[in-house]
């Protein structure tokens, strides 16, 4: 796996906010079905096009993985604070914009995945059973396509642990697949 060319595209990230970017490969990604369960039994943001049932099933997330053979995994540490989802939806913004920098600079396959229920809308077009309102920037979590993203994180060398309190910082990952 050639990742020299990868390193201008993570600097970039890096130099926007992005706490670590790395180049990986894609068969490092762990997917599960019990991740989607989570999303679809126990998370209180399921209500979005960026959801299950919406979001490509753990099995079609793996053959999607298994047809690169680069990516980059990106860590953004998240510290509880008022402005933090203003921040993290402007590093969201800034990772869908690389994303098409990634697709214009040769890579045509580029797809980035977030972190998280999708932030663009206070209320997702999806409750009214209507179009999504940001179909250009809204980008599935890694999560709602049943990736493991702890497992992925460790198995990549980053730090990513349980919360026990709102209070902490939160270690949010997101994955671009690059080829």
Known sequence: MQTSDLGKYCEKAISAGVTHAKAI????????PWVRMKCLFGCPYRVSHCCPPTTPTPKETRDVLDSYSRAILFHIEAPR???RVKKNLGLFDMLVALEGEVFKDGYYKAFVYLAGPCPLCKECAKVKDATCNFPGKARPSMESCGIDVFQTAKNNGFFIQTLREKTETQ?????MLVD
């Open 171 to 175: 270690n949010l990952y997101c994955l």
């Open 25 to 32: 490969h894609p068969s490092t990604v762990v997917t599960a």
């Open 81 to 83: 604070m008022p402005e």
